[in-house]
T-cell receptor
Framework: GNSVTQMEGPVTLSEEAFLTINCTYT??????LFWYVQYPGEGLQLLLK?????DKGSNKGFEATYRKETTSFHLEKGSVQVSDSAVYFCALSDNRGSTLGRLYFGRGTQLTVWP | DGGITQSPKYLFRKEGQNVTLSCEQNLNHDAMYWYRQDPGQGLRLIYY???????QKGDIAEGYSVSREKKESFPLTVTSAQKNPTAFYLCASRVTATGNTIYFGEGSWLTVV
């Protein structure tokens, strides 16, 4: 079946530190992969995406590479800011079969950045 | 502006009452979704619809019902059969069932008192 596993939080960093949030997945076929961000009390916003192996998604200094060989899509940022404090969700979209159109989310990782 | 509108933002319900959460989108998207979010548990799929007049149960459909009579609307009813309905509810949509980007509404907080 399909599932997403992301690292447990919370993650606490100082401003300008390097960020990695690990995400691995299990899927049948060739899913699309996403990172979403959720600020307190709000809905989810798409941060970046990748639709095939070796694609790199990037946005606002965040990056993630679709690694089929390790079934991973780790989120990275070279220098975090206080404004990056939020909950980050890794997700996959099943693009075929009986679960066509389903979305699968990880549990989310809370990131807090201190000045 | 185009987007997904959920209402109400905050809702209080007495035990034993049904309540309906509204989700409207003007993005002309075919597929729509309802998720429930509880602290520390991520998002769980309640129902989804790939096209008008059709919908499928997700992982936690018990105690919920939906309808998809119009392309732009996908209301969720939380019935009295839902044992623990207090949660944050998120509606989402995408162009088609395989369209890559999923857009989310701002969410609705439901509290049972």
């Amino acid at each position: 079946g399909n599932s997403v596993t992301q690292m447990e939080g919370p993650v606490t960093l100082s401003e300008e530190a390097f960020l990695t949030i690990n995400c691995t997945y299990t899927a049948t076929g060739y899913p699309s992969l996403f990172w979403y961000v959720q600020y307190p009390g709000e809905g989810l916003q798409l941060l970046l995406k990748a639709t095939k192996a070796d694609d790199k998604g990037s946005n606002k200094g965040f990056e993630a590479t679709y690694r089929k060989e390790t079934t991973s899509f780790h989120l990275e940022k070279g220098s975090v800011q206080v404004s990056d404090s939020a909950v980050y969700f890794c997700a996959l979209s099943d693009n075929r079969g009986s679960t066509l159109g389903r979305l699968y989310f990880g549990r989310g990782t809370q990131l807090t950045v201190w000045p | 502006d185009g987007g997904i509108t959920q209402s109400p933002k905050y809702l209080f319900r007495k035990e034993g009452q049904n309540v309906t959460l509204s989700c409207e989108q003007n993005l002309n998207h075919d597929a729509m979704y309802w998720y429930r979010q509880d602290p520390g548990q991520g998002l769980r799929l309640i129902y989804y619809s790939q096209i008008v007049n059709d919908f499928q149960k997700g992982d936690i459909a018990e105690g919920y019902s939906v309808s998809r009579e119009k392309k732009e609307s996908f209301p969720l009813t939380v019935t009295s059969a839902q044992k623990n309905p207090t949660a944050f509810y998120l509606c989402a949509s995408r162009v088609t069932a395989t369209g890559n980007t999923i857009y989310f509404g701002e969410g609705s907080w439901l509290t049972v008192v």
